[in-house]
Structures are given as C-alpha cells and as structure tokens.
C-alpha cells in the first residue's frame, strides 16, 4: 500500500485486488487469506453494508465469534495471534497447493529413552520434532502491507 494511513474500507478491496491479481495465474491462485486486526476489520466493514441475516436452525448455526469471509475464492481468516508487534497491518496470500510442512525422518514425533531424575520419583519420555514449513512457488504467494507499519 501507499502507506500513510490511507486505507480505509472503502480503499481496502481495491488493494487487496491488487495483490490478488499478482498471485494468479491460470488456475494457481491463492486459497487462504490471513489478516491481522485492521485489515480483517477494514474489510468486514466494507462487507457490512452487503449483509442479509437469517435465522439458521440450531445444527447449523456457527459457533465462530468471526464471520466467515471470502474474497474471490478465498477464505479470508482473522488471525487474533499477530498483532502483536508494530507491524500490525498485513494480510497474507496464501495458496496452500505450495506450502509443505516438511518434517525431519528421525524427529517425527519421536521417542527418546526415558530419563529418571535424581530428585523425583518421575519418569520423563521426551518426544521430539524438528519440521519445517516449505514453499515450493513463492510467486504465487502475496502480502499486503501498510507502508506506515
């Protein structure tokens, strides 16, 4: 974004657009979107004024706090966990057809011998991992930011 602040939920659907169209190409396009605080709220907002409600029977009535959002074909997911710096204006693009968690073949999940502490009667069974979330096509991957973050 241009930054400064001037995004808005008027102004927020134009960028994403243009995030959007930079992640597609042919069939390949983004599947997931995550957003942060501002952004998901921005462009709930700019959502609002579209919404019809009903009344849904009780077995299918959602139990999420946060609506469910779309944008194109996107899931679009408020991410309570990541407004915690001063960066806090980012919405990722995310086509998972690319993302691999990739996990290390003698730490998957894997138990150690037990340890007996001096101190205790205890057992300990330590279980390791060791993994790593890989991106095969980052270009199809977006972000975007507030300049002024």
């Known amino acids: ?25 042919g069939s390949d396009k983004p599947d997931l979107i995550l957003s942060t605080n501002d952004f998901y709220a921005a462009y709930w907002e700019g959502k609002q004024d579209l919404e019809r409600y009903n009344d849904p029977t009780p077995s299918t009535k959602a139990t999420s706090l946060a609506p469910a959002l779309k944008f194109a ?15 806090g204006e980012r919405m990722y693009f995310l086509n998972t057809e690319y993302l691999a968690l990739v996990a290390h073949r003698q730490a998957n999940w894997s138990q150690l011998d037990d340890k007996v502490p001096t101190n205790q009667d205890a057992v300990l069974i330590p279980i390791i991992f060791q993994g790593q979330l890989t991106c095969s096509n980052r270009a199809r991957q977006g972000i975007l930011i507030d300049a002024t973050s």
Do not use: E, P, Y
């Open 1 to 25: 974004m241009a930054g400064t602040n001037t995004w808005s939920k008027s102004t927020i659907k134009g960028d994403m657009n243009a995030v959007w169209l930079t992640c597609v190409r």
């Open 73 to 87: 074909t996107a899931d679009v997911v408020h991410d309570s966990n990541s407004n915690f710096s001063a960066t």
